[in-house]
């Protein structure tokens, strides 16, 4: 029942005996509170609460595992009803923001060579409902979340109706509230699903994985280039940017002696162009057993990672890194799937 907006609550509640609304909003604060438990909500009459606890439960799924790093960077392992385990992260960036970054998905379809998530296969789509509890979760650790990002478990754009839902609740004005300028999907470049995005919402802030924008190298690196290539990809970011005027990110993982070279530099530059956007930079986040055709992947020395950076500044590129949290409890990008 945590993660329902009060008309949801109402519906679940109507069979047997339905309460009047002004209880369903009480139900609903106490959800966003982050209380564990119905016998937590001390202003609901007992017999409502035992009424409650016998007819529903508060949340389908359970931390089973919290592991924090000496950065800051706290990791949860979330076990959902069915077994299925995922996980999500609080991010902190050492001068006071605390980014909650939530999965999407058990699993992932798109397969990226350089992702652990990818490696694990699929196995299936979160909820709204299980989307919402991870954030329920974190924010009870860290009530002083302000920033939301879509970038654990899973691909986002595969399962955007239930995000659409979740994205309902954290921005709702009588319940989390927060601004949906804090609140950043990142996506592997699913061209409908942007588009469906830019029309339908939800009205959130837009990161593409770029990684590569050599179109033979993104799809030997990434297999969901291969329907979605750059042409389509970049017409797609246009028609987002002309309907949603926010700035949009770039992401570029950056893999050892693959993807950091002048031709590479020329290629991104050339896809941002008429873009308003950022790039981002992450140097690979090592998982063990990762190959990209036969070989080891590895993270590019600091020489490689400033001089691509340089190449990309001096092309007239807006460039930013991405600091290299988590890494200590395997909760850095790409990093999610399992314990370290
Ligand atoms: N599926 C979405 C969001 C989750 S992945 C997406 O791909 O955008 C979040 C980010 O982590 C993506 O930018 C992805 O390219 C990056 N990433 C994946 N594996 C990584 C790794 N091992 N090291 C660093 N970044 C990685
Ligand atoms: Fe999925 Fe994103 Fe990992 Fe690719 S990088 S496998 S899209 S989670």
């Not at 959902?80 to 960036?93: F, M, P, R, S």
């Not at 350089?114 to 979760?137: P, V």
């Not at 042409?231 to 002309?242: A, D, H, I, N, P």
């Not at 950022?278 to 590895?298: Q, R, T, Y």
């Amino acid at each position: 029942m945590a993660g329902l907006l009060p008309e949801e609550i109402a519906r679940l509640t109507e069979g047997g005996a339905s309460f009047p609304s002004y209880r369903l909003k009480q139900i609903y604060e106490w959800t966003r509170r982050g209380v564990l438990s119905f016998d937590d909500m001390n202003n609901l009459p007992p017999e409502m609460r035992k009424s409650l606890k016998s007819r529903f439960r508060l949340f389908s799924s359970a931390v089973s595992a919290v592991l924090e790093d000496e950065d800051g960077t706290v990791k949860f392992q979330i076990t959902l009803e069915d077994g299925n385990k995922i996980e999500a992260v609080i991010l902190n960036d050492g001068k006071g923001r605390k980014t909650a970054c939530l999965s999407v998905q058990a699993g992932c379809p798109a397969a990226c060579v350089f992702c652990k998530t990818g490696a694990l296969g699929f196995t299936r789509n979160l909820k709204a409902g299980e989307i919402t509890e991870e954030y329920i979760f974190l924010k009870k650790h860290a009530p002083d979340i302000s920033h939301i990002v879509i970038m654990g478990m899973g691909e986002p754009l595969f399962n955007l109706e239930e995000l659409r839902k979740a994205s309902g609740f954290f921005c709702d004005k009588e319940g989390f509230n927060i601004s949906r300028r804090r609140i950043t999907l990142s996506t592997s470049g699913i061209v409908p699903g942007i588009r469906d995005m830019a029309d339908n919402g939800p009205d959130l802030k837009l990161a593409l994985s770029l990684t590569s924008a050599r179109e033979d190298l993104r799809a030997r690196l990434m297999p969901v280039a291969k329907d979605n290539p750059l042409t389509l990809l970049k017409e797609s970011l246009v028609y987002f940017q002309k309907k949603q005027k926010s700035r949009i990110t770039l992401e570029a993982v950056l893999l050892g002696g693959i993807n950091t070279g002048t031709e590479d530099a020329r290629a991104l530059s050339c896809f941002a162009r008429g873009l308003d956007a950022v790039i981002n930079l992450i140097p690979w986040n090592p998982v063990d057993g990762l190959l990209f055709e036969g070989k080891a992947l590895s993270p590019p020395p600091e020489s490689e990672i400033a001089e691509y950076e340089a190449a990309l500044k001096n092309r007239g590129l807006n460039v930013t890194r991405r600091y290299k949290k988590g890494r200590g409890v395997m909760g850095a990008c790409g990093q999610l799937g399992g314990c370290p």
